[in-house]
């Protein structure tokens, strides 16, 4: 019921650093990052390691408290957010609970929501079929391959109907092939659901093909040092990676890391 | 195929316990024939021991099922309480550093000496029996538990915390889970020693049981030397079942394990 104006943005983050302190040394993550994610936007957090993607996607996440900084989530904090579940989350590894069969990892929060457990079976069902491992849905985890297994994780943090979904990484452990299908199965999803999605990523190509902005941070001290539009049309296919704008938004964002 | 892989294990296996048992008779013989004085006391015949048992076996079996209930009640008591007292432990803090020096320091109080002190306390051989078996089960226990409900991951508990799950929930639904393989490590060390302590406490005297025919037994000197072997190895025999009892109770409860798993894991 709450009443939104139409152009505010889903996610805002103004002037956000964190600064990580151990016995002697203090790190400084991430230095006075400013951003806006539209409602049903999908960006990329893009840069090499140190350079704080997984900082700031934390501190969307309300896993990590920011040093100094405001953010705003849907017109709340973060921990509201957190609180009201509007994100699923997607981590670089699975994460799934070993002694639950595939399709009770996805019905996992929505035991939590407090949900009937025919709604759970129903919506459960449903997300198999979206990620197309129905057939598997009384296996357990291990008997999964490392992609499959990161589907699932994908179809719990979509069990929840989020607003937003927040992904660190998650096909970082994957080999390239499998990483590019499931890139595109991955928007194949986001066209039938909607939710803003936030991606960190240290992979130029993939933050390209999946992204309508991409979010490039620079290391020491991690900070925003540009802002990349990707025009691509949509629906993006895989033959899109041997386009020519393809390859030049690539040598484009490339170039922005030489500089540092 | 199959067949050949069960007798390709199994076969090695049969022989080496064939070897064992005729070596021993073969030595049971020669300490027999050098004139080795209580020769039989020391390396007894294994087929008079099988006659021994033809024989006996109700009464070790009877008595066997008196220690082996007593055992079992201290068992599930020690158990219990346990789980409760690592739960509690994982729960606060500053329990865990209030309780956690007694618990080690109750692990140093050797039986031998406690099971006469319970056994004065209550006089009743029956509850004696079963608090000493608990009092053996309890420590493995609550060790192992409480590493369990500490062993969950980072990740994933971030995971409950992102869906802003409370306290009990993070425990039913991950930390108690999570903690069963370990609890089934401690019940795995804990069965065997609750029938040790029932049997310990049946020697400070008691009037049923495989310790009291283990007593009476070795009184009666050479006469009953074969009956007393078949207690100490029916006493084995119980430790043993009781730890496969509860081997086979882990493979139901969580079957998800790795070692469980029939293909590698990789596919």
Known sequence: ?260 | MKWQVYRSRWVPTIMLVIGLLFLWEFLSWLLLTLDVPLAQSKVPYIHELVITFTQYSGTLFSEGSVTLANASLGFLLGAVGGIVLAILMSLTKWLEQLAFPYAVASQMIPILGLAPIVYGIFRDEQLARILIAAYTTFFPVTLNMLRGLRSAEPSSLELMYSYAAKKWTIYTRLRFPQALPSLFTGLKIAAPLAVTGAILVELMGATKGLGVLMLRNLYYGPSHNYMFWLTVLFAAFLGIVSYFIVTVIERIVTPWQPEFRKSGGDK
């Open chain 1, 1 to 260: 019921m709450t009443i939104t104006k139409i152009d505010s943005p889903e996610i805002m983050m103004s002037q956000v650093s964190m600064c990580y302190k151990t016995n002697s040394t203090e790190v400084l993550a991430l230095k006075e990052v400013t951003v806006n994610i539209q409602k049903g936007e999908f960006v990329s957090l893009l840069g090499p390691s140190g350079c704080g993607k997984t900082t700031l996607l934390r501190i969307m996440a309300d896993l990590l408290q920011p040093t100094s900084g405001e953010i705003t989530i849907s017109g709340g904090t973060a921990k509201e957010a957190r609180l009201a579940r509007k994100y699923g989350i997607v981590f670089q590894s699975p994460v799934l609970y070993d002694w639950r069969k595939v399709k009770k990892n996805i019905t996992l929060p929505l035991e939590m929501i407090g949900l009937q457990k025919e709604e759970r079976e129903e919506r459960a069902e449903r997300l198999l079929e979206l990620i197309g491992l129905s057939k598997f849905k009384d296996q357990y985890p291990w008997q999964l391959s490392g992609g499959m297994q990161q589907r699932v994780a994908i179809a719990r943090a979509l069990a929840i109907e989020p607003e937003i979904l927040l992904m660190d990484e998650p096909f970082s452990a994957l080999d390239e092939f499998s990483r590019e299908r499931l890139n595109e199965e991955l928007l194949s999803i986001w066209s039938k659901v909607g939710s803003t999605v936030v991606f960190v990523t240290h992979s130029i190509p993939e933050a390209v093909f999946l992204s309508d902005r991409v979010f490039v941070l620079s290391p020491h001290p991690g900070r925003l040092s540009k802002v990349v539009n990707i025009p691509l049309p949509r629906p993006r296919r895989e033959e899109m990676r041997n386009s020519p704008e393809f390859y030049q938004l690539i040598s484009d964002i490339r170039q922005s890391f030489e500089g540092v």
